[in-house]
């Protein structure tokens, strides 16, 4: 990924806070057919060493047409927003302005391991619908659900879990815009009242208040 210094984020615990909040990953690999991209949501594991887990179909192809030869790259979105030019302070002074795009990405790097294990599978689905429900009044649980349904599920997908052996990600939230420009774009992002124009808000607010990248929520 092509990625700027200022863009730059390397922090452990902001990388970890995204995969978090935006767990729907894009999982690219390379399989009989080239090139494969499968959306899958994914747990990151406590513990120091960052590691991926969890699950798919047990007829999708990936878990055994991947390799320990190649790692798979994992790619984790979060808010982003397009950026009119008529947001900034300076388009009035100098006219010198252009569209751009706002983001904030996490890559991640891993050789890909197959868990064919129920007992694996299961607690991993119970770590990540609890992360997800968290938050809810009534959280749903694994448990809720019969045993002898939620067992013959389970039993239709494969555990995967991707050890991250490097992993970087981008913040492209106005850092390289004067002061003035990134209060003005804060502004109109709060205008339009959308989940992703506020959630973008916050990251460019952060980073004005702060004078340097970082996340927000």
């Known amino acids: 990924m092509y990625c700027p210094d200022p863009f730059a984020e390397t922090r452990p615990e902001i990388l970890r806070a995204l995969i978090q909040r935006y767990p729907l990953a894009t999982l690219v690999s390379m ?29 999708n192809p990936l878990w055994r047409e991947t390799t320990l030869d190649n790692e798979v790259l994992v790619i984790f979105q979060g808010p ?5 030019p008529s947001w900034y302070a300076t388009k009035a002074e100098t ?20 868990r064919d294990d129920a007992d694996w599978v299961r607690q991993q689905m119970v770590a990540l619908t609890a992360q997800q429900e968290k ?7 694994v448990e809720d659900a019969p045993q002898d349904f939620t067992e ?7 555990g995967i879990e991707i050890p991250i052996s ?20 804060v502004a109109h992002l709060e205008q339009q009242k959308q ?3 506020e959630a973008m808000a916050g990251y460019v607010l952060t ?3 702060n004078g340097k990248k970082d996340h927000s929520g």
């Open 31 to 59: 399989g009989g057919n080239g090139l494969e991209a499968n959306h899958i949501p994914l747990y990151l594991a406590p513990g120091v060493e960052p590691v991926l887990q969890g699950h798919i179909a047990r007829v």
């Open 207 to 209: 980073s004005r208040k």
């Open 152 to 158: 013959r599920l389970i039993g239709q997908v494969v």
């Open 80 to 84: 982003q927003h397009y950026i009119s």
């Open 166 to 185: 490097r992993w970087m990600g981008k913040w492209k939230v106005s850092q390289n815009q004067p002061v003035c420009n990134r209060d003005s774009v």
């Open 135 to 141: 938050d809810f009044t009534l959280p749903w649980q």
């Open 195 to 197: 989940p992703d124009s």
């Open 95 to 114: 006219g010198k302005v252009v569209p751009t795009w706002n983001y904030a990405v996490v890559h991640a790097h891993g050789q890909l391991q197959v």
